[in-house]
C-alpha cells in the first residue's frame, strides 16, 4: 500500500488538472468504456451549472462519430422533452435513463454491436450559462470478458480517491458560482454607476444660463 502511494497521489494530481477552470458549464464523461459484445452498456453524461435546469430552455444532444473524421450523427435530443431522433442508426436499442433536472443526460445502449465502436458526444448547454458544454467518450466493443482478478484494495483506494475528489470538486464548483454572481452583481453596480455619471454631467440647461 505504501509503494502505491506515489502514483496514488500523481494520480490524484492528474484528476485535478482535469477540473475545468472556465466559468462555464462543466460536463463530466468517462474518456473510454469498454462493453462485451451482444451486453447492455450505459454512457454516462454528468454536468454541472449554477443555475437550474429550465426545460424551456435547456438544450441536449447526443450525436455518434464513427471515425476521426467522420460526421457527427445526431441520435438524441431534447427540446421540452427527451427524445431519438427519426431513423437513428441504434433504433429501439437506445434509452434515455438520465434525468435533466437532476444534471444527469446518461444513456443505456442495449445489444452493443461491433459496428457501434466509436466516439459518442455529449452537447449541453442551460442558459443563462453561455457556453455549450462537451463530453466525448470513446466506446469499445469487446468479444470476450476479461479474466477476474481480486480489486478489492484498488476498489477501497479508488473510493477513498473518488470520495476526496468529490469534495473537492465540489467546493471548486460552489468557489466558482459564488464568483461568478459576485462578478455580475459588480457588473451591474459599474453599468448603474456609469448611467448616474452621464446623467449628473448632462445636468439641467436652465442651470448654465443663471
Known amino acids: 500500500m505504501i509503494r502505491e502511494a506515489p502514483l496514488l497521489l500523481a494520480l490524484l494530481c492528474r484528476l485535478l488538472s482535469l477540473v475545468p477552470s472556465s466559468?462555464?458549464?462543466?460536463?463530466?464523461?468517462?474518456?473510454?468504456?469498454?462493453?462485451?459484445?451482444?451486453?447492455?452498456?450505459?454512457?454516462?453524461?454528468?454536468?454541472?451549472?449554477?443555475?437550474?435546469?429550465?426545460?424551456k430552455q435547456f438544450s441536449l444532444n447526443w450525436t455518434y462519430q464513427g471515425c476521426r473524421n467522420c460526421t457527427e450523427e445526431k441520435f438524441f435530443q431534447f427540446n421540452q422533452k427527451i427524445f431519438p431522433v427519426e431513423n437513428n442508426r441504434f433504433g429501439s436499442r437506445i434509452e434515455f435513463t438520465g434525468n435533466p433536472t437532476k444534471n444527469d443526460v446518461s444513456f443505456t445502449?442495449?445489444?452493443?454491436?461491433?459496428?457501434?465502436?466509436?466516439?459518442?458526444?455529449?452537447?449541453?448547454?442551460?442558459?443563462?450559462?453561455?457556453h455549450?458544454?462537451?463530453?466525448?467518450?470513446?466506446?469499445?466493443?469487446?468479444?470476450e470478458e476479461p479474466p477476474e482478478r481480486d480489486s478489492t484494495v484498488a476498489v477501497i483506494v479508488g473510493a477513498t480517491v473518488g470520495g476526496f475528489l468529490a469534495v473537492v470538486i465540489l467546493v471548486l464548483v460552489i468557489v466558482k458560482c459564488v464568483r461568478r454572481k459576485k462578478q455580475q452583481r459588480l457588473n451591474t453596480d459599474d453599468q448603474k454607476t456609469e448611467e448616474e455619471g452621464k446623467t449628473d454631467g448632462e445636468g439641467n440647461p436652465e442651470d448654465g444660463t443663471k
Open 132 to 143: 455549450k458544454g462537451h463530453g466525448r467518450i470513446s466506446l469499445k466493443v469487446i468479444t
Open 23 to 55: 466559468m462555464g458549464m462543466e460536463v463530466m464523461v468517462p474518456a473510454t468504456i469498454y462493453a462485451l459484445n451482444g451486453s447492455s452498456v450505459q454512457l454516462s453524461c454528468t454536468f454541472s451549472s449554477c443555475y437550474q435546469v429550465e426545460k
Open 109 to 130: 445502449l442495449h445489444d452493443v454491436q461491433l459496428e457501434d465502436e466509436g466516439a459518442y458526444h455529449c452537447y449541453v448547454t442551460n442558459p443563462p450559462d453561455r
